[in-house]
């Protein structure tokens, strides 16, 4: 019964509002567009974009998500429900694993501390691939750890190999990666007493890879070995290059887990400083916790050192550190309140100072809307400075929203201080849960509005007519989304060059962003037939 409530529970926080707002571009795009056009063409085994095939990803994401259209329509809604849904098994399995280590406390904590923490909760109304992939290979590590304490070790290790297998097929190799480094990270801290026995690593192998054969298998048999060439190249550029300009110093990844995981990430400090480790449970029960904590701190390392290390620094990379993370901090929080571990006054002034921060961020937010002319003179970007001239209204009193949250952390420190430990842990945690509901409800699509909305709405005005449409001069899915884009008869369309200066068959459209403009200005092909908030539009003569 609990499991049920649970589960509706994590429905109510993740499932509403998810088409409130359109995709963002790249990423939500990027995948969405994908799953529509395997429905356009009824081609399920590759991914394409544009048409094209699209080598960066494998397809169970996108699989997904074209049955989520199949269900819902091709829009928004559709889009993120996959990872609605798999936040609410996330959150399921956080509850059932914690109960199973130790008790229904703390599965509840884990729980609480997963969907009460800014991005991990995010990301579930999001049409993102990383909580797909990460909830596939955070099962794959658990059933790992399970194998030596399972009287069922073969079952638990076939278990593990799917997950691996899935994990692989949503989003690459990198999953063999990240568990390889995992598992022998693990080997060398345990100094080869791992408890894993030879058979059971094999069984895991060996459906690991039956379960990405069913694709990798089939794609080779059907189309030769050049996807998949492609496929494996660009994983390796993107794990030694700075893919798209997403460049980032070392510890980009240590800052978006302190910040984006308040205040779960304000927990991982007790550990330091502190007394050695007394288990609340003694003999076998105390063994197994410890074990499966050692698995989580040596998964967290490995994550957060190698996504510090490649060149590639988006804020998704690190996303796989939440399991880690929320656990950790579960723990921790479990034995503050069971009274063995005691919150330090300096754990509780820092998480104060980046709650503050955070309900700063949001109190402001519609102050600078309201005064944004005041502002742009500020600004140097000429880009920015456009994208502020959107019609997006904002009144000061949106600002009791943060005010209200920042109230509640000040509240939530003070029991704190104050030795009032469960009350204050729950009040920080749900009213982090109220503060991220409002922002993807109330803020987000005014976000949205400046940022993109000017060249989505131009996108969807092209929905039914049968012409050209491309962007100049930036990388975009959007206008393969938005205009629902069907394939080109004419394979010169994916020449620019004949779009610009060619005897085109079509009414031709291009759009850019301002600070790009210039040059496509005194194109003498095109005239400009548009300007809004920093996108410039622009048909063929």
């Not at 130790?102 to 509840?108: C, P, S, Y």
């Not at 060996?206 to 996807?227: K, M, N, R, V």
């Not at 698995?295 to 994550?303: D, G, K, N, S, Y």
């Not at 500020?378 to 000061?396: E, H, P, R, T």
Request: aromatic share 18%; net charge positive.
């Amino acid at each position: 019964m609990k499991y049920l409530l649970i589960a509706i529970a994590a429905a109510i926080l993740f499932v509403p509002f998810l088409g409130h707002v359109h995709l963002f571009d790249w990423d939500e795009i990027n995948f969405a567009e994908a799953a529509r056009e395997m429905l356009v063409t009824h081609n399920y085994s590759q991914v394409q974009i544009d048409f094209a095939p699209f080598w960066e990803k494998p397809p169970l994401f996108i699989w997904m998500q074209a049955i989520s259209m199949a269900l819902f329509g091709v829009n928004e809604f559709a889009a993120r429900f996959p990872n609605a849904i798999i936040g609410i098994a996330t959150i399921v399995t956080l509850f059932g694993i914690g109960k199973k280590l130790a008790d229904e406390k703390m599965g509840l904590w884990w729980a609480l501390a997963y969907a009460g923490s800014w991005l991990p909760h995010f990301y579930f109304k999001s049409g993102i691939i990383d909580p797909t992939f990460n909830y596939f290979i955070f099962l794959a590590i658990y059933c790992v750890f399970r194998v030596p304490y399972s009287a069922k070790p073969n079952r638990i290790a076939i278990l593990g190999g799917v997950a691996l297998g899935l994990a692989v097929l949503t989003k690459g190799p990198v999953a063999i990666l990240v568990s390889l480094l995992t598992f022998i990270v693990y080997w060398i801290v345990k100094k080869g007493k791992t408890g894993i026995k030879l058979p059971q690593l094999a069984l895991i192998t060996l459906f690991a890879f039956i379960t990405t054969a069913l694709w990798f298998g089939y794609e080779l048999l059907a189309h030769g070995w050049w996807f998949i060439n492609e496929f494996v190249t660009y994983q390796i550029r993107l794990l030694t290059t700075p893919d798209a300009g997403h460049g980032g110093n070392f510890f980009y990844h240590w800052i978006v887990l302190l910040v984006g995981c308040f205040p779960a990430s304000i927990f991982l400090f007790s550990y330091f400083r502190g007394k050695k480790d007394r288990s609340i449970y003694g003999g076998a029960q105390g063994a197994e916790v410890r074990d499966f904590r050692t698995w989580m701190w040596v998964l967290f390392w490995v994550v957060l050192i190698l996504f510090s290390i490649v060149e590639t620094k988006i804020v998704h990379y690190s996303s796989l550190c939440y399991f880690p993370l929320s656990f950790l901090a579960a723990w921790q929080i479990y034995r503050i309140t069971e009274g063995k571990v005691v919150l330090r006054a300096w754990n509780i002034v820092l998480m104060l100072l980046i709650g503050m921060l955070i309900g700063t961020a949001i109190t402001l937010l519609p102050i600078v809307g309201v005064y944004k002319q005041q502002l742009i003179s500020a600004i140097g970007d000429k880009f920015a400075k456009a994208n502020l001239q959107a019609d997006v209204s904002f009144s000061l009193w949106e600002s009791a929203y943060g005010a209200v949250y920042l109230l509640l952390v000040i509240v939530s420190a003070v029991l704190l201080f104050n030795k009032k430990v469960k009350v204050g842990i729950v009040m920080l945690f749900v009213s982090t849960i109220g503060a991220i509901q409002i922002t993807v409800v109330h803020f987000t699509p005014k976000i949205e509005a400046f940022s993109q909305r000017a060249a989505i709405e131009f996108f969807e005005s092209f929905q039914g007519k049968d012409d050209y449409v491309q962007v100049l001069s930036y990388h975009s899915y959007a206008h393969l989304f938005y205009t629902k884009k069907l394939p080109a008869t004419n394979k010169n369309y994916y020449n620019q060059e004949w779009l610009l200066k060619g005897a085109v068959d079509k009414p031709t459209y291009f759009i850019c962003r301002i600070t790009d403009s210039e040059p496509w200005r005194k194109d003498p092909n095109l005239e400009v037939i548009g300007e809004k908030n920093g996108f410039v539009f622009f048909k063929r003569k």
